[in-house]
């Protein structure tokens, strides 16, 4: 899958426009794909133009064939599983769309537990249905869920849950880290 759903994107957005853009100097992005919240924020809506982008694909062809450099600051080739955590800095803000479904739940716990220590703020993009699966080899996709629900997520992060939205019972989208009336808690790594 080379982009991610676009159900749920406004809710990001506005999300994104109560912390204020000059909060966001950092942004990860992990399962870039073809750019999609690159290509939202920074070319539909003129925000975060001023942010320092980072990307995680693991298709060289998607890297390619999107031009994923010349929109990212960082591109990072890689199985979002096998990141070095190391040479990836902190952000104010990462982004995991449509991702953790396509991997074992140890695994997608692990990349959001990752995440979390690197970023303030972790929005977190997954069908909440029964959703079909591809299988490529060259993704290294594994079948090993077939659908996250919304209590499941819940069962997994519900005191790291600050804001959650669901759509039509098809996507969940749930805003992780200290969230207090707008404002990102400063203390918060």
């Not at 703020?121 to 490529?136: A, C, F, G, M, S």
């Amino acid at each position: 899958m080379h982009s991610s759903s676009n159900i749920g994107k406004p809710q990001i957005f506005d999300w994104l426009k109560e912390i204020g853009s000059s909060k966001i100097n950092k942004v990860l992005d992990i399962g870039a794909g073809c750019g999609t919240y690159y290509d939202l924020f920074v070319k539909e809506h003129n925000f975060l133009t001023h942010s320092e982008w980072h990307g995680v694909e693991i298709s060289d062809q998607c890297i390619d064939d999107y031009k994923l450099r010349e929109k990212y600051n960082h591109v990072y080739s890689t199985d979002c599983r096998m990141i070095d955590w190391n040479k990836i800095p902190q952000v104010d803000v990462a982004f995991l769309g449509d991702v953790v479904h396509l991997m074992p739940v140890e695994d997608a716990i692990d990349l959001i537990d990752n995440v979390r220590i690197k970023s303030k703020i972790t929005i977190v993009t997954l069908p909440i249905r029964k959703w079909p699966l591809p299988y490529n080899d060259e993704f290294r996709i594994e079948r090993a869920r077939e659908g996250w629900t919304d209590v499941d997520f819940m069962l997994c992060f519900t005191h790291h849950i600050a804001k959650k939205h669901q759509f039509n019972n098809e996507i969940g989208v749930y805003l992780m880290g200290e969230w207090y009336d707008g404002e990102v808690n400063p203390d918060h790594i």
